[in-house]
């Protein structure tokens, strides 16, 4: 025989698991979020007005800029720095490190921090020769002690040789 289902009875949802998901998300999209610093938020401090009107302490950069220009081969032919040239050879490496010296005063922390060295170089010319001048003007030893020339090196967008 079977039994018929009254009316009188009435189904329930068990929320139990609904409430197990909607804590499972919750805690997905915390753990999933990404906190982005708000745009333009800079940590800029500005000289106050009165200061403006004294003179800085610092000096301002040296900036060098470095012609590299290669041969057909790609290897470093000649290095021109304003109307000053070098060979691309290690004996013209080490003129042009000499040269850097003599510009800054013999190198040292301070003046490695306020010098940028500015490469210019044909697009043919090899990396290796590339590294080579960077290495050249950014230290040298010195009694085992590393001297540092310049810190900040940027580089022009290559081109094709003159």
């Known amino acids: 025989m079977r039994r018929r289902k009254t009316s009188d009875e009435k189904v329930g949802a068990d929320?139990?698991?609904?409430?197990d998901m909607v804590f499972q998300l919750l805690i997905f999209f915390i753990l999933t979020l990404k906190i982005v610093a708000s745009e333009g938020d800079f940590n800029i401090k500005m000289p106050l007005s009165s200061a403006a009107n004294t003179e800085s302490d610092e000096e301002p950069p040296t900036n060098i800029?470095?012609?590299?220009r290669a041969d057909s081969q790609g290897g470093l032919e000649r290095i021109q720095i304003g109307e000053r040239e070098f060979s691309g050879t290690p004996e013209g490496l080490s003129s042009l490190r000499s040269f850097i010296r003599q510009q800054l005063g013999g190198?040292?922390?301070a003046a490695a921090?306020?010098?940028?060295?500015?490469?210019?170089s044909d697009y043919q010319l090899r990396y290796r020769n590339v590294i080579a001048v960077i290495t050249a003007c950014t230290?040298?030893?010195?009694?085992?002690?590393?001297?540092?020339?310049?810190?900040?090196?940027?580089?022009?967008?290559?081109?094709a040789k003159v």
């Open 65 to 68: 800029l470095i012609r590299l």
């Open 139 to 159: 230290g040298y030893l010195e009694n085992g002690q590393v001297v540092r020339l310049a810190e900040k090196i940027k580089f022009r967008a290559p081109r």
């Open 113 to 120: 921090a306020t010098t940028e060295i500015e490469l210019d």
């Open 107 to 109: 190198g040292g922390s």
């Open 15 to 19: 929320m139990t698991p609904m409430i």
